[in-house]
């Protein structure tokens, strides 16, 4: 029998920290112009759905955001951008289908102090996850929008409650935030950024859609390789869009 859907907690406040992710954690961003398109896509649709952002942070394989909305729902809204979005990327890779996950996850952010946590927690994100060694060298989060001019981010709302200085010294210090996230380890054997590299290195593949063309028989002696290389079965099959079931079964 099927469970029905747990209601999605509601915020009084209209802001919510959502994390979108790809279909069986597959990659949604393949190169610079990708990230880029999915920050245009939120800059666009800022006018037309009336919604604020407060952080976010595109990771390879999902997205954190920090958000208010004010003239549509927070369902209306994400309908729209992974709309755009998604046509948009399939053109490009020449393929079919869905590209997130049905379900995106939320939470409600009712109070300030757990307003400025999450804004930590979505910026230290890269940093967790062995992408960089400092916040302002990744370049798809909207911690530099913090530090410079801001372009989509509001960053008032934070300033109003910490000085810039006070703000920027909270985001960089040690913590052990606990917000919604991916639900998997935080231990792998190589990072995502290493990972990939190996992949293309052998494969000779320039993205996911690349990747699943190949014939099968080809695709699993990769599938194989990567494994022997150090990469986790869960990293190759987000890594590679091929289910994780037949990762492990190869």
């Known amino acids: ?9 509601t915020s009084q406040s209209e802001t919510y920290h959502i994390m979108l992710r790809g279909i069986n954690q597959q990659q949604i961003f393949e190169d610079e112009e990708d990230y880029q398109k999915f920050v245009e896509v939120l800059k666009n ?4 759905c009336g919604y604020t952002i407060y952080a976010y942070c595109l990771m390879g394989n999902h997205i954190h955001l920090l958000m208010r909305f004010n003239n549509e729902t927070i369902g209306q809204v994400f309908k729209r951008i992974g709309s755009k979005y998604v046509y948009w990327y399939n053109i490009k890779y020449q393929r079919k289908g869905h590209l ?4 995106f996850k939320s939470e409600p952010v009712e109070d300030d102090s757990y307003f400025l946590t999450v804004i930590r927690y979505i910026h230290q994100n890269p940093v967790k996850a062995g992408l960089c060694k400092k916040l302002e060298d990744y370049r ?3 911690y530099n929008e913090y530090l410079e001019e801001p372009q989509i ?3 008032e709302q934070a300033f109003s409650l910490m000085k810039k200085e006070s703000f920027i010294e909270y985001n960089n210090e040690p913590s052990s935030d606990m917000c919604i996230d991916v639900e ?9 950024e290493e ?10 593949c320039e993205s996911v859609s690349e990747f699943q063309a190949l014939p099968i028989a080809k695709r699993n002696k990769f599938l194989k390789l990567f494994k022997e290389k150090g990469i986790s079965i869960r990293q190759i099959s987000r890594l590679t869009g091929v289910s994780y079931y037949i990762v492990q079964k190869i």
Do not use: C, G, L, W
């Open 100 to 103: 997130f996950q049905d379900r």
């Open 140 to 142: 798809y989060s909207s």
């Open 195 to 204: 990972a990939h590299k190996i992949i293309k290195k052998y494969s000779k």
């Open 153 to 155: 981010v509001d960053v």
């Open 1 to 9: 029998m099927k469970m029905p859907r747990e209601a999605r907690k």
């Open 184 to 192: 998997e380890s935080n231990i792998k054997r190589v990072t995502d």
């Open 45 to 48: 649709y800022q006018a037309i």
